[in-house]
């Protein structure tokens, strides 16, 4: 009896537990798994990034090239250029220049009088010794470079730039042997004072070289604007005509010469012009210099002496 009456008592305490606390809570549903998604490949940092395949350069072919040139452009000593103990080279653009050095001996590079030092540079400054000075003053003040290697068997470059060129220099040591000293001269320069030269005399010859002054007839009048470049004179020898103008009328621009014939038309006359002269081949009563567009300037020659030419084509 008592045993029949023990599962009674749990029943009745679970119905009493149900009826404080509820109903118990349904089991939750099993959750859906994800989709499979792959993992990304881990990076390797070993592996190198991808570059593009470099660019081939023959360089042994350019270093040819700029070897051969470098041989043709180089001016070696020679017995023909010494004057004394100075080795002169003619001086050229572009040229390299071997100087021959040795220990404790010290090589003078001398440059143009005049002619004032910017800049040094040496491929080797370690193992020569470059230093500069000067002698003489005023317009005959020289500039002078002197190096000295420290041993034998050495080879650099000196790069000199002036006021007025750059230089190129081959610099050898040699065990003994050195150049006491090294110079240039300038046929450049030594052109353009020829010219000047030239130049010079031309405008101090006479124009009318040779003929009589008793020949020469300065009978002429000159009217008209007065532009700069206005004639000072002109005169005849019988046969030329010469108009002489101010000092640098060779730098500005020259007016053309025009001939006035009997009926008052201009003609364009041929004429040359010698320093601050212009030689006319004929004889004229009238011409005029023209210059200018819109606001053109004309100064007018006249022959007023009522001569008759003695020889010559005139108007």
């Known amino acids: 009896m008592i045993r029949h009456l023990l599962p009674m008592a ?11 606390t509820g109903p118990l809570p349904a089991t939750p549903p099993a959750a859906t798994p994800p989709a499979y998604v792959a993992a990304p490949a881990p990076t390797r940092i070993s592996d190198p990034l991808p570059v593009a395949p470099p660019r081939t350069y023959r360089l042994p ?20 250029g010494y004057r004394n103990a100075v080795q002169i ?19 003078d590079i001398a440059l143009q009088p005049g002619e004032a030092l910017v800049a ?22 020289r500039t002078h470079i002197l190096l000295k ?23 050898a040591s040699t065990p003994a042997t050195a150049m006491a ?14 010219r000047r030269e030239t130049a ?60 006035i014939g009997p009926d008052g038309a201009a003609e364009l006359v041929n004429y040359r012009m010698a320093g601050r002269f212009y030689i006319v081949d004929r004889l004229f009563s009238a011409a005029e210099l023209r210059l200018g567009g819109k606001k053109q300037r004309i100064v007018r020659i006249a022959r007023d002496d009522g001569r008759k030419p003695r020889g010559g084509r005139h108007d």
């Open 61 to 80: 072919v350019a270093a040819r090239r700029v070897a051969q040139a470098n041989r043709n452009a180089t001016r070696e000593p020679s017995v023909a």
């Open 149 to 171: 290697p420290f041993s034998a068997g050495l080879a650099t470059n000196l790069v000199v730039t002036t006021n007025r060129r750059s230089y190129h220099l081959e610099l």
């Open 120 to 141: 040094i540079a040496a491929g080797d400054t370690t193992r020569w010794t470059i230093g500069d000075t000067s002698s003489g003053s005023g317009e005959g003040k």
């Open 181 to 194: 000293a090294v110079s240039w001269t300038y046929p450049a320069d030594a052109l353009i004072a020829l």
């Open 200 to 259: 010079a005399a031309e405008a101090a010859r006479p124009v009318a070289a040779g003929v009589p002054l008793e020949a020469l007839r300065f009978a002429y009048r000159i009217s008209g604007d007065n532009p700069a470049w206005r004639p000072l004179r002109a005169f005849d020898d019988g046969r030329q005509t010469f108009i002489e103008f101010p000092d640098g009328i060779e730098q500005d621009e020259a007016p053309p010469l025009f001939v």
């Open 10 to 20: 749990g029943l009745m305490l679970g119905a009493a537990a149900y009826a404080q």
């Open 89 to 107: 080279y003619p001086y050229a653009e572009g040229a390299l220049y071997r100087v021959l050095a040795a220990p404790e001996r010290v090589t």
